[in-house]
């Protein structure tokens, strides 16, 4: 796995990927820093940093597009499946190396509520300032991870790209439509029955098996059925939550609201390890086939 996270995080330092994104991101919570803190006067950098979250990682794909598909375009793939080391490790020095060249503008970060200390008017709250450094920190890695997992489908890194800020911008403006969305139990049911039928499609994609497919598809469809025939009132607003919950900015702006979220860790988290081991999968199925 060290040689795998040597390479990625040398890779894209010495060449142009790495450098353009760690002054994408510098260069856009500069801007908000400068607008909020030094033109407004206010102590909380978490402000900033929340508030150019989307506009900074919205080019983490620049990051990520050369992953896994640059390495199947170059058939270069085929020499990591030759490593003494399993398919895991090989996607965690990939993911640890881009997580290493997101750190650089993150440790950059946590200089400047020492500097805004001398210019801005308010108390400054450390705690709840470093905690959403770490927060955006972990939020970065999570898109980073969905980036990894989407450049893992394709041998394209153009598509890689434009499908990985497809994903982003849906999943931040969708928070802006959730509160549209219509709470009636048999709409969140449709949610349900639609999202019930892409798991077994993805089951079928995975399996290459009809009836793995089909027989996975019939169960949770069923399943949710029947929950609802017993309780309907659990799909009540249902929908628009499971929406809300695939919006990946918004656990992040509870810090703006002077509120430590430890939840908003938990999630991260979980999204990471949920792409990770998505990849994981991906590119374990790509060796034996």
Request: hydrophobic content about 60%; aromatic content about 16%.
């Amino acid at each position: 796995m060290g040689a795998v996270f040597k390479k990625d995080f040398k890779s894209a330092l010495t060449g142009m990927t790495g450098i353009i994104f760690i002054t994408a991101v510098l260069v856009f919570v500069g801007v908000f820093t400068a607008i909020i803190h030094f033109d407004q006067r206010f102590a909380q950098f978490e402000y900033a940093l929340i508030s150019a979250s989307f506009a900074s990682l919205l080019l983490t794909p620049i990051l990520t597009m050369r992953s896994f598909s640059e390495e199947r375009k170059m058939k270069t793939d085929q020499l990591l499946y030759s490593l003494p080391i399993s398919t895991f490790q090989i996607v965690m020095g990939k993911f640890l190396a881009m997580a290493a060249i997101f750190a650089i503008p993150c440790a950059v970060f946590c200089l400047y509520p020492i500097v805004l200390t001398f210019f801005a008017e308010g108390s400054l709250n450390y705690v709840m300032t470093y905690g959403a450094i770490l927060a955006y920190f972990l939020l970065g890695c999570a898109i980073i991870a969905i980036c990894m997992f989407i450049s893992s489908l394709t041998e394209s890194q153009v598509i890689s790209a434009i499908i990985s800020i497809a994903a982003i911008l849906l999943v931040y403006f969708l928070a802006q439509f959730s509160a549209y969305i219509p709470t009636d139990d048999w709409f969140s049911l449709m949610v349900v029955v639609i999202l019930c039928l892409v798991v077994a499609f993805i089951v079928y994609s995975a399996t290459k098996n009809y009836i793995a497919g089909v027989c996975a598809g019939a169960v949770l469809v069923i399943a949710a059925v029947v929950v609802y025939i017993v309780k309907p009132a659990l799909y009540v607003g249902l929908a628009s939550q499971m929406i809300s919950g695939i919006c990946v900015f918004l656990p992040i702006q509870a810090f703006g609201n002077g509120v430590f979220d430890i939840t908003a860790y938990v999630y991260y988290l979980s999204l990471i390890a949920l792409f990770v081991f998505a990849t994981v999968q991906t590119f374990e199925k790509r060796r034996w086939n």
